[in-house]
Structures are given as structure tokens and as C-alpha cells.
């Protein structure tokens, strides 16, 4: 079997025209249940992080778990960390609704760290496609499981990735997504502006000094986008969406029975490349940024 069966010169094209691109059929089932699988047992052996668990009465308290739950979310760039959504936890830390349909979102490093989801971000297919798309010395700089929840899996708001992953040049940062469930209208699929990728970045995501509070901050606003701009991309189980860094997209909240599981992580073209120093997500000793090809 052809490791792309669905890659083309058209489709090279396609992504430079768009920013985004959907390539169907690019996981074969038995991929996708295997990531499913995973995550499962990843979830049932979950701790609920201690920040979660601070009770808070007085301001002071409330002060404190929003530090703790910033710090737990500015140190996972090198770990398995696990984000909630809103309203499933009382203020003591306790599951409202059952732990697996607690969870937003588990990030930043399970590309790194966990089996499973290293050998599909350095599958033979993946590195294929990178080279297709000429990607030279691509690394891994992040990856996120997203199970956007049946009934209250939250909206994604418009935003370029850039804004959070910025480089000096733009344009060296890919997202790849892939729908591990159909990604319909109904249970929160992609929505892109084909064509917004080429104009730069309209606000991004700084990270301050150690120690300062508030501890990260806005550069710049984000765009009151027109609506109407906007196009649906709903895909099957197993597709691959490829997602330019400064193409603008957004998701809606899924208001259906069904989750919508995605893996997605980022690649970044590290030849003459600069990863900015105010990133919030910076490599560690523990774990420079790996390269995709082995």
C-alpha cells in the first residue's frame, strides 16, 4: 500500500491556496481505535491535578488555584497533563460528571511520552507527507488528545496557532489533525477562512518573565472575523486535516450526543528557523523539541 494514497501535486497547491487541507481516509480504523484505546487507560489511571483542589472561600484561595492552574498549564509543554471543562469538578476537587466525560483536553506531550501516540506522530506515512510538503529538519513541537465532550465539549473561538507558536520567519509552523470520530456540523467540526493564512499573525500570546503575574498576556486583538467567511469542514473518521500556522479556524461547542476525539500536533520547519524566546511553550532540558524524521 502507497503510504499517500490521497497525496498529490494538486493537493500541494490546494494547501498553499487554502491553508488548510483535508486528506480522507489518511488513518485506517484500527489507528484511530488503537489512539482511543489509549487515552482510555490513560484517563482511568487520571489524578485530578492539585490545583483543582484547593477550595476556595476568600479571594485569596481563588487567587491561588488560578496560579496553580496557570503553573500546571505553563509546565506541560514536557508532559501528560489533563485540562478540564468548565463546571465538571466541585470546588474541592470532586467529579460532577464521570471522569472521562470530565476531560477537554490532555496536553502538551504524548507525542513524547507515551507509545502509542509517538509512533503515529513519527509513523512512515506522516514523515512522508512532511517531505511531500518539502519540509527539511520538521520537529515536534507540541501535541494535544482534544475529546470535545458530548453535550459541552466548548467552542474553539477564532485564532491563527502562530499566535501561541510564533516564529521568526511566519509561515514554519504545520498543525496536522487528525479525526479519530466524524467531525460533523452537529458535534463541533473545523471551521476555516480558505486564504487567511498570508497576511501575518493579528495578535500573539507573550509569556512573561518568571515570578510576574499575570503570567502570560496579549499582544495585539483578534479580528472581530466575519462570520460569513467561514467554511464547515466536516470530515470521517481517519482524516488527516493539514493546518497552516496563520490560517484562521475555529470549532463550535458540540451540543450533540456524540464526542468528536481529535489528535492534532505541530510541526515547526527548523532550518533558519526562530522559535520565539515569549512562547509560552518552550523545549526542555528534559525534552528538546524531537525531529519527526527517524
Request: hydrophobic share 40%; proline share 8%.
Amino acid at each position: 500500500e502507497s503510504p499517500l494514497p490521497v497525496w498529490s501535486p494538486h493537493s500541494c497547491l490546494q494547501f498553499q491556496e487554502d491553508g488548510f487541507l483535508v486528506l480522507e481516509g489518511f488513518l485506517s480504523v484500527d489507528e484511530c481505535e488503537a489512539m482511543k484505546q489509549r487515552i482510555g487507560e490513560i484517563v482511568a489511571e487520571m489524578d485530578v491535578p492539585p490545583h483543582c483542589r484547593i477550595e476556595f472561600s476568600t479571594q485569596h484561595e481563588e487567587q491561588l488555584q488560578a496560579q496553580g492552574s496557570t503553573n500546571y498549564f505553563l509546565s506541560s509543554g514536557d508532559k501528560i497533563r489533563f485540562f478540564f471543562e468548565k463546571g465538571v469538578l466541585d470546588n474541592k476537587g470532586n467529579f460532577l460528571v464521570p471522569p472521562e466525560k470530565s476531560v477537554n483536553k490532555i496536553g502538551h506531550a504524548l507525542h513524547a511520552h507515551d507509545p502509542v501516540f509517538r509512533s503515529v506522530t513519527h509513523s512512515p506515512k506522516v514523515q512522508a507527507l512532511a517531505r511531500s510538503l518539502g519540509l527539511q529538519m520538521p520537529v515536534v513541537v507540541q501535541s494535544m488528545y482534544i475529546f470535545k465532550q458530548p453535550h459541552f465539549g466548548g467552542e474553539a473561538s477564532p485564532h491563527q496557532d502562530a499566535s501561541f507558536l510564533y516564529t521568526e520567519p511566519l509561515g514554519r509552523v504545520l498543525g496536522m489533525w487528525m479525526a479519530l470520530e466524524d467531525a460533523t456540523l452537529e458535534n463541533g467540526c473545523l471551521w476555516f477562512i480558505p486564504g487567511s493564512h498570508t497576511s501575518g499573525v493579528s495578535r500573539r500570546m507573550i509569556r512573561a518573565p518568571a515570578g510576574s503575574w499575570p503570567a502570560t498576556s496579549f499582544i495585539g486583538a483578534e479580528p472581530d472575523w466575519d462570520r460569513s467567511l467561514f467554511v464547515p469542514t466536516p470530515v470521517q473518521k481517519g482524516a488527516l486535516v493539514l493546518i497552516h500556522g496563520e490560517v484562521v479556524h475555529k470549532s463550535e461547542q458540540n451540543l450533540s450526543d456524540h464526542s468528536r476525539q481529535a489528535y492534532t500536533f505541530h510541526l515547526m520547519e527548523a532550518t533558519g528557523t526562530v522559535w520565539s524566546p515569549e512562547n509560552w511553550l518552550q523545549p526542555t532540558a528534559e525534552l528538546p523539541f524531537p525531529a519527526l524524521y527517524t
